[in-house]
């Protein structure tokens, strides 16, 4: 996968249009199109940027992707739409933890 291809995995993936990341960025989303398709080269600031909002090292848009065996990926999509709804409720880690504790003292009794 070239730049653009991971950018575009990435964008795809979180389930934004180029438009909605353009304005994530403040750039341009035809642009952002030429990059996903090769016409034209990122900036590093961009990298960076995207980087950030996809929680990825800049580095992932250099080095070689593998990919996640498909129970690993299923295991992963678990947690993370765990993980929004917590987020929803707007439960903190911690407040999910004392609420683990709970329970499991209740099941001791």
Not at 21 to 30: D, E, P, R, T
Request: net charge neutral; aromatic share 10%; no cysteine.
């Amino acid at each position: 996968m070239d730049i653009g291809q991971k950018i575009r995995y990435l964008r795809t993936k979180n389930g934004h249009t180029l438009e909605e990341l353009g304005n994530k960025l403040n750039f341009n989303y035809s642009n952002l199109s030429k990059i996903e398709r090769g016409a034209r080269k990122p900036t590093l600031e961009i990298l960076e940027d995207i980087a950030k909002i996809y929680d990825v090292p800049v580095s992932f848009f250099f080095g070689e992707t593998q990919e996640l065996p498909e129970e690993l990926k299923q295991l992963g999509e678990g947690w993370i739409k765990f993980a929004k709804k917590m987020e929803k409720r707007n439960l903190t880690p911690e407040e999910i933890e004392a609420t683990l504790d709970f329970l499991e003292k209740l099941n001791k009794i």
